[in-house]
């Protein structure tokens, strides 16, 4: 019966290892994903901004038809307002 009851602990605690192990993993991956999508959005920020910078400068300069802009600006960056 204590060989039993000893298989039975030792299989648990390997359960609770790998659980354990996987929930480390998961927090690393997660942490990382994060991170990542804040450097992208650091960039895309960047990005828009100096694509406004652009288009303040154009709008300054009178280049734009009638003060409006384009429709279609193949020079807008996608996902910049």
Known sequence: MAGLH????LRAAAAALALGAAVGAHT???????KRGAERAER???ACA???RWDA???AAGTQREGRS?????GRLPGCR
């Open 50 to 52: 100096e694509a406004a």
């Open 28 to 34: 690393v991956v997660g942490q990382a994903l994060a």
């Open 57 to 59: 400068a154009e709008r």
């Open 70 to 74: 384009e429709l279609f600006d193949p």
């Open 44 to 46: 895309d920020a960047v």
């Open 6 to 9: 000893r298989a039975v602990l």
